[in-house]
């Protein structure tokens, strides 16, 4: 049993934090959203607020909510939050604490006759989500208005797959006047979560690797976050069984700080020569092994 835990860790993780988060099973009998006191703290993962079992907000959904207000335009809580997260531990969140990432390892063990690691044009799909970031969290909120200067969540809207699945269907199952008002829009992210889905079947992470705006913000944070990843090279022989292993793609004893990682740690435990670790400590045992060259 301990040796079983101690395998799928992570995947326990994901599961307890999944849980703790999205745990108010009031909400989804009653098919209402809550909304105590916790819904003013934003949640590290991608955690839709319109999820009847939310307990805390979505950093992406709240940033919009500021964005679009014709009251304020800028929620230093929210960007001082997604900065410290990021700081901290980088995209160790997408890896170890987002709700949909656990969706989406969970498909990909579905058995399927063609698996693959990356969709073609995965160089350059990789470079969408910090389009989307750009276009669909900041600029259309900002400056697609109406005409009393109201922006709309664009990302919550058209395109989060995570909303629709743990908000939208759930709500919509359990409330009869939801369903008879739904229309294109409801239609229209029920298909690309359908599309998301299944891709995540066949390929790993794709939401992940091409669409999340979180996912982007926290992959900018991987190269100076506290929580770092490092290679010996004094071990490591270039055997590129890392490479091999990552789900994620990325050639780690080239990279091991990729904006890309989600420091799910397979790569670790893969390394036949134990030439990879990490650790808030990793960064200091770096600077000492360079002064005490130095020294020498």
């Known amino acids: 049993m301990i040796q079983s835990i101690k395998k799928h860790l992570r995947l326990w993780i994901q599961l307890g934090f999944t849980a703790l988060s999205n745990g108010y099973i009031a909400g989804f009998i009653k098919g209402k959203i809550y909304t105590g006191p916790s819904k003013q703290l934003c949640l590290p993962g ?8 939310a307990l805390g907000a979505c950093p992406i959904g709240s940033l919009q909510a500021v ?24 995209r160790l969140v997408c890896g170890f604490l987002c709700p949909f990432g656990l969706v989406q ?16 044009g995965d160089k350059v799909l990789r470079y969408l989500k910090y389009v989307i970031l750009v276009v669909f969290v900041i600029w259309l909120p900002l400056f697609v208005v109406n005409v009393v200067g109201q922006g ?12 629709t699945l743990l908000g939208g269907i759930p709500l919509v199952s359990a409330n009869p006047g939801l369903q008879e008002s739904i229309g294109f829009l409801f239609s229209w992210k ?19 690797k091409y669409i999340c705006p979180l996912g982007a913000i926290y992959g900018l944070c ?8 490092e290679v010996d090279a004094s071990k490591c022989t270039g055997c590129n069984v890392c490479k091999h292993t990552c789900q994620m793609d990325i050639a780690i004893y080239q990279k091991p700080n990729s904006p890309e990682c989600i ?18 400590a990793v960064r200091k045992q770096q600077e000492k092994t360079a002064a005490q060259d130095q020294t020498f």
Do not use: Q, T
């Open 46 to 53: 991608l955690n839709c607020y319109s999820c009847p079992g």
């Open 67 to 90: 964005l679009g207000s014709r009251d304020y335009k800028m929620s230093y809580y929210v960007v001082g939050f997604l900065i410290a997260v990021g700081a901290l531990v980088g």
């Open 105 to 120: 390892d969970l498909l990909h063990k579905i058995p399927f006759p063609v698996k693959r690691k990356n969709l073609p």
């Open 152 to 163: 709309s969540p664009w990302f919550c809207k058209w395109i989060c797959p995570s909303g």
């Open 190 to 208: 029920m298909f690309l979560l359908f599309m998301i889905l299944l891709l995540s079947v066949i390929s790993y992470r794709p939401f992940c």
């Open 222 to 229: 991987n190269p100076w976050s506290l929580y770092h990843y």
């Open 263 to 280: 420091r799910c740690g397979e790569c670790k435990k893969a390394c036949p020569h134990h030439a990879i670790r990490s650790g808030f």
